[in-house]
């Protein structure tokens, strides 16, 4: 017996009601749809929407009429044609978010990028000699002058960088690190990973929690080409615990002819504010150390797009850059343009850079400014959920809450914020289901989190004001749905 015929008859009635593709295509919503998505997309729509029905259908609901179908089909193909790369509202209070891109440029960066990005640019062009130049000094005077280096090279992401100076410096050849430091970084890259994709020979030194200057001297042999440090940017060891300063390793590296070669994680330019008490040192202060080569990231604390960053002598960067790796791995105009836009933020003075990156603004938020947001977010979703006739289906209230750096960076620092607490009231909604349709239904997604079954809406990373609107109308929406399901 068939599938079919084994259904009740009332089930493959309702599937024989199901209206013929050409009948759809005859709807209005889908016509619209058609000539705002194009016929591609249309089609799909179609195709999804027509098995979701079955399905439904199958499992006991009631089948649609023609002009229902239609209206879903329309809004099907409305979702479809969406970028699968779009903006969002971040109102997880997580600042370098990894997951939502890192960092969100300052305006003046967003400008450089638009203004190279629409026409021609002078990427690989001279402009002193009307000649082929090439497109590594874009960044590099401003790192030089910002960081002490002799020079600096940009390339896609830290990873990136530490693959390339592996590559370079020490392929075939051993490289000592201490067992606390082969540290995993996002995505599932792990240092030892990295290094064997480069050619180089990991050598581990002391234990997890403890290492001495005379580890690292004590596996330096002829094969030796460098010794490596990773700062510990996305965790901490505390209590019982040991490690050889970056000077101290210079020194040992310098007396065997060897290279010291820091992998600085997350960026920093500056030591001030939450940075300085939470320990992090700038990049500057590793060249100080008579470190030879440092790399890090420019969309971490640095504040700029992702990119990885490499510092060092001259003879080090030129080896780097002469690699035929750098080609795989260099940035392109868009990269360029908002990380030197960024730099030159930093020239300008450190209070420029806070005020003007979002990172460092953030970062440095205060709570009485924050309490201040969080009282208008309140109020602007009260009075859409007043507008929409739902808001006795959910609690509203301006709660203390903790914020993070995020993006494995400062992993023991909270910063102290403060959040709407959006808690359903009426049973056909959840915490988890608001969080969910604040992303999947609206066109810009709001990202919160949810804590002791209500929705948190952290005010310390909403940038602007109009993602106070976007958060409220979100809600809103999202309240209406629920309600009628």
Not at 49 to 69: Q, V
Not at 149 to 161: E, F, I, K, S
Not at 402 to 427: I, R, W
Not at 451 to 471: I, K, M, N, Y
Request: glycine share 8%.
């Amino acid at each position: 017996m068939s599938d079919c015929e084994s259904m009740p008859a009332e089930v493959r009635d309702r599937l024989r009601s199901i209206p013929a593709v050409h009948e759809l295509l005859a709807e209005w919503p889908v016509m619209k749809a058609a000539g705002d998505a194009g016929d591609t997309i249309v089609r799909e729509a179609i195709d999804a929407e027509l098995d979701a029905e079955r399905t439904a259908i199958r499992s006991g609901a009631p089948a649609r009429n023609k002009r229902e179908l239609a209206l879903a089909i329309e809004r099907r193909c409305h979702r479809l044609s969406l970028p699968t790369l779009r903006p969002a509202v971040n109102a997880t209070g997580v600042v370098i978010h990894t997951n939502l891109g890192r960092a969100p440029l300052a305006p003046a960066a967003v400008q450089a990028v638009t203004d190279v990005a629409r026409g021609y640019s002078t990427l690989e062009y001279d402009v002193a000699t009307c000649a082929r130049g090439g497109r590594k000094e874009h960044a590099a005077r401003l790192l030089r002058t910002l960081t002490g280096a002799q020079d600096a090279l940009v390339v896609n992401n830290n990873a990136a960088a530490v693959l390339l100076v592996l590559a370079a410096h020490a392929c075939g050849k051993e490289v000592i690190v201490s067992r606390g430091e082969l540290v995993e970084v996002g995505g599932s890259f792990r240092i030892p990973d990295i290094m064997a994709a480069s050619g180089a020979k990991l050598v581990e030194v002391g234990s997890t929690n403890r290492t001495h200057l005379d580890d690292y001297r004590c596996a330096i042999t002829p094969s030796t080409a460098m010794i490596l440090k990773v700062h510990p940017s996305n965790y901490r060891i505390e209590g019982f615990h040991e490690e050889v300063s970056a000077a101290e390793l210079s020194a040992l590296a310098h007396e065997h002819g060897l290279l010291l070669y820091e992998d600085q994680g997350s960026g920093a330019l500056l030591a001030d504010g939450v940075l300085a008490d939470a320990g992090e040192q700038p990049t500057s202060a590793s060249l100080c150390a008579a470190v030879d080569v440092v790399s890090c990231s420019g969309d971490k604390l640095l504040g700029a797009s992702q990119a990885g960053i490499i510092l060092g002598s001259a003879q080090v960067i030129a080896a780097c850059a002469s690699h035929p790796l750098m080609r795989a791995l260099r940035p392109g105009k868009l990269t360029l343009a908002a990380l030197e836009a960024t730099l030159r933020l930093y020239v300008t003075g450190s209070d420029t850079a806070h005020r003007e990156i979002p990172v460092l603004n953030m970062l440095s938020g205060a709570p009485a400014p924050l309490e201040r947001q969080a009282k208008r977010l309140h109020d602007r979703i009260l009075r859409k959920l007043r507008e929409a006739q739902c808001e006795k289906a959910v609690e509203l209230q301006v709660v203390e809450g903790v914020s993070t750096p995020g993006g494995g960076s400062l992993p023991t620092v909270e910063l102290p914020t403060f959040c709407v607490a959006v808690c359903p009231v009426d049973g056909r909604l959840s915490a988890d289901g608001l969080k969910h349709a604040l992303v999947q239904e609206p066109d810009t997604p709001v990202v919160t989190r949810v804590r002791h079954d209500q929705v948190l809406f952290d005010v310390r990373t909403l940038l602007h004001d109009t993602d106070l609107d976007l958060c409220a109308s979100a809600l809103a929406d999202a309240v209406q749905t629920g309600l009628r399901r």
